[in-house]
């Protein structure tokens, strides 16, 4: 075969930039985790849980069929997963939801058609990169507000006050890498102020936080056009619901792509969330847990002079600097038997490379000692930037 010019060839184009990432100490590699886990989105234990292991056993067994063998909209239906769907809108107080096979096709399917390119968005600074490729994919007009901070929000929403189309704000309640709160409660006074709707990511509230785990928007008693929570985190399961209107699952169940053009998941994970949504409903105590590790850990570090951020949720961001001194300090971690990963642009802004700390219910006390003793072993030169 005729070989290509450099220029032309992608395999050549692909080695370049990877090479480019090395020189910038943003490769990334895959790596399974290991040793105590400081680092796990399984903020409740479920994940290990005996009892839902047991309800996922009980459910394949009782399945015709391993796969769902079509989308949701060409045969691969099944009423177990509409009854999900009805019992997670009254778990989050809202009239219908939908579930998507990731939170990831969640956003995207959400966000791509719900606005059109006559339409703003006010998207935080910080959002998760599902929100900010599904707005992206709907061509709308986006308008970045300073993380989560009002006045920047107040402000270009003024800017903006004529303009006429649909104006939505969008926002995490709970931050995927600062682990910090979104001020909900202000962010609706100001929709209401300059006419725009709220659409709130729940991810990480998701099992967590609000009445039973039912998130932050369900806490507040706020009306947002849509919620996400997704199921791959405290729910140690899959997918993702996006709840709201019965408009607007029926919207999404003819419009949204990522719906549509996706094969179903198979019936017996229809019975894993309903299983892990039953037992995280009454996790009271592991919330509870997780909340005075989360207290305890953030303690900790500012003793040591670390810099985590004003958040005080499960999941704690200990700043490092430099993407090279990120690396070296999880690396010296993993060694002692932590499993911490390093986190850098662009999922993070740059010079703000970081380990993202994230609690499990299934840690103690004793684990954050020991994380602690190990860290202050490590010299305070070679982890900050
Ligand atoms: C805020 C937020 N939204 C959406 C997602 C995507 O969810 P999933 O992992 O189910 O695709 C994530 C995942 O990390 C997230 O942090």
């Known amino acids: 075969m005729q070989e290509l010019p450099a220029r032309r060839s992608l395999s050549h184009r692909m080695e370049s930039r990877l090479a480019d990432l090395a020189r910038q100490a943003q490769l990334r590699k895959l790596c399974p985790s290991q040793g105590i886990n400081l680092s796990s989105n399984d903020y409740l234990g479920l994940a290990e849980d005996p009892r839902l292991k047991a309800g996922l056993l009980d459910a394949v067994e009782s399945c015709t069929k391993t796969g769902s063998t079509g989308s949701r909209l060409m045969n691969g239906d099944d009423p177990a997963w509409n009854e999900l769907e009805e019992e997670f809108a009254i778990f989050t107080g809202c009239e219908a939801s939908l579930f998507f096979n990731s939170g990831y096709a969640a956003n995207v399917g959400l966000l791509s058609v719900l606005l059109g390119q006559d339409d703003l968005v006010f998207s935080d600074a910080l959002n998760h990169a599902s929100i900010i490729d599904g707005i992206r994919l709907s061509r709308a007009k986006k308008v970045i507000y300073e993380h989560t901070d009002l006045n920047s929000l107040e402000h270009l929403l003024r800017q903006h006050r004529n303009h006429g189309h649909a104006c939505v704000i969008v926002t995490e309640s709970i931050f995927s890498m600062d682990g910090d709160r979104a001020p909900l409660p202000e962010i609706f006074q100001l929709a209401s102020c300059y006419g725009a709707e709220v659409i709130i990511d729940e991810a ?30 405290a729910l140690a399961s899959m997918g993702a619901f996006v709840c709201g209107s ?8 003819n419009h949204a792509r990522s719906f549509i053009f996706s094969t179903a998941l198979p019936r017996y994970c229809a019975e894993q969330v309903k299983v892990a949504l039953r037992l995280a409903m009454n996790m009271e105590d592991e919330r509870h847990h997780l909340g005075a590790l989360a207290a305890s850990l953030k303690n900790r570090l500012s003793e040591l002079g670390h810099s985590c951020g004003p958040g005080t949720s499960h999941i704690i961001p200990l700043i490092v600097g430099s993407n090279a001194a990120a690396i070296h300090l999880a690396d010296m971690l993993n060694r002692q038997g932590f499993s911490v990963y390093a986190v850098r642009p662009p999922s993070v802004p740059a010079g703000s490379a970081r380990l993202r700390l994230s609690l499990t219910a299934r840690l103690d006390l004793s684990d954050i000692e020991q994380f602690i003793n190990i860290l202050s072993s490590i010299p305070v030169t070679q982890h900050h930037a």
Do not use: M
């Open 204 to 233: 990480h509230a998701t099992g967590v936080c609000g009445p039973q785990g039912s998130g932050l928007a369900k806490e507040s008693g706020l009306e947002p056009l849509a919620v996400i929570h997704t199921c791959g985190k």
């Open 246 to 253: 019965k408009t607007l699952r029926r919207f999404l169940i």
